[in-house]
């Protein structure tokens, strides 16, 4: 898969922040995708203690949800544990399991923030931008931000903001659960986004896409 932006990624702490702070000032947060037929869902996990980061992307056709192709990456990790900076710790997986598909997704939903992040670039954004594919943060955790409680009713949601800046929506996915932290990655906006979840949303609290990659990147290796 072409990638559209590139960069080191032996960088330490601080050079990392440096660049998200560059990066995210090329983000776009209005809609720039097309018609949506594979949905990938990303997530990342680790082995042998975290030495090993396995990412993992399943694509869904759209809007029927049924499974189409997987595919897992595995790599040394190379970059700490630290909050804030895990695009660079996991996206070095991510991207050599993006390259493995035959063909790409038209939007990605990553298990993580979009532009509800400290410096506005988060591991979907990240991601979105350097491959130029429309993406969605859709994490299970807040990073930052201050919201009221969404109703508890299907599809209910409420601002997340920093300040007076809206950085996400607090998404009810389904009655009765906790709900999720949606932000846009890139090349889409917040509405859209939240529609695009609650289309990959069944029975379950987490979309589709997430639950199938979830499953690739945490199972038995």
């Known amino acids: 898969m072409k990638t559209y932006f590139s960069h080191p990624w032996t960088l330490g702490p601080a050079e990392a922040v440096a660049l998200q702070r ?3 000032a090329h983000l776009l947060l209005t809609d720039r995708l097309g018609p949506v037929r594979r949905v990938a869902g990303v997530d990342v996990g680790f082995e042998a203690n975290g030495t090993v980061t396995r990412a993992a992307v399943a694509i869904l056709r759209y809007p029927e949800l049924d499974l189409l192709e ?3 990456a595995r790599r040394p990790t190379t970059f700490p544990y630290i909050p804030g900076l895990l695009s660079f ?3 070095p997986a991510v991207l050599e399991a993006l390259a493995q598909l035959r063909e790409p997704p038209d939007l990605l939903l990553c298990d993580g923030q979009g532009i509800a992040h400290p410096r506005r670039l ?3 954004s990240h991601l979105g931008l350097l491959v130029d594919i429309p993406s969605i943060g859709v994490a299970k955790t807040r990073l930052c931000g201050m919201h009221e409680e969404p109703s508890n009713r299907r599809g209910a949601w ?4 920093v300040e007076e800046e809206i950085v996400g929506a607090v ?3 389904r009655v009765g659960v906790k709900p999720l932290y949606i932000s846009s990655g890139h090349r889409i906006g917040l509405e859209t986004a939240i529609a695009h979840v609650m289309g990959c949303c069944t029975r379950y609290r987490l979309p589709e896409t997430t639950r199938h990659a979830h499953r ?3 199972g038995p290796p």
């Open 70 to 72: 997987t595919a897992i």
């Open 171 to 173: 998404l009810r996915t």
């Open 122 to 124: 988060g591991i979907a």
């Open 158 to 161: 409420t601002p997340l903001h």
């Open 22 to 24: 560059e990066l995210r």
């Open 89 to 91: 710790r996991e996206l």
């Open 216 to 218: 690739l990147a945490s």
